[in-house]
Nanobody
Framework: QVQLVESGGGLVQAGGSLRLSCAAS????????MGWFRQAPGKEREFVAA????????NYADSVKGRFTISRDNAKNTAYLQMNSLKSEDTAVYSC?????????????????WGQGTQVTVSA
């Protein structure tokens, strides 16, 4: 079992930055690929970014490529999502997820454990 707790969300103006954190406890964090997903009101959950177990592979949605950076610190059992140049369309609840897959896949079903999410609101 793995417990995931997100933090760092909030209200920010367009063009601003936020850094989300995902703290993990339970089973060995370094053995999981970590992903970030988001869901806006009335929309389907969508993939944002993912990073493999040893952070040698990353994957990003086209909509965030060049603006967001995913990273992890296995010593701290924490994954991060640095979000720069935020836009109003980035407004959503952001959730982190942990999966036993080797590659940073985009499919939610590949991730076994999920956090509760943190709200990110970007004002125009």
């Amino acid at each position: 079992q793995v417990q995931l707790v997100e933090s760092g969300g909030g209200l920010v103006q367009a063009g601003g930055s936020l850094r989300l954190s995902c703290a993990a406890s339970g089973r060995t964090f370094s053995g999981f690929t970590m992903g970030w997903f988001r869901q806006a009101p009335g929309k389907e959950r969508e993939f944002v970014a993912a990073i493999s177990t040893r952070d040698d592979l990353t994957n990003y949605a086209d909509s965030v490529k060049g603006r967001f950076t995913i990273s992890r610190d296995n010593a701290k059992n924490t994954a991060y999502l640095q979000m720069n140049s935020l836009k109003s369309e980035d407004t959503a609840v952001y959730s982190c997820a942990a999966g036993g897959v080797l590659a940073p896949v985009v499919v939610p079903g590949a991730y076994t454990y999920w956090g509760q999410g943190t709200q990110v609101t970007v004002s125009a």
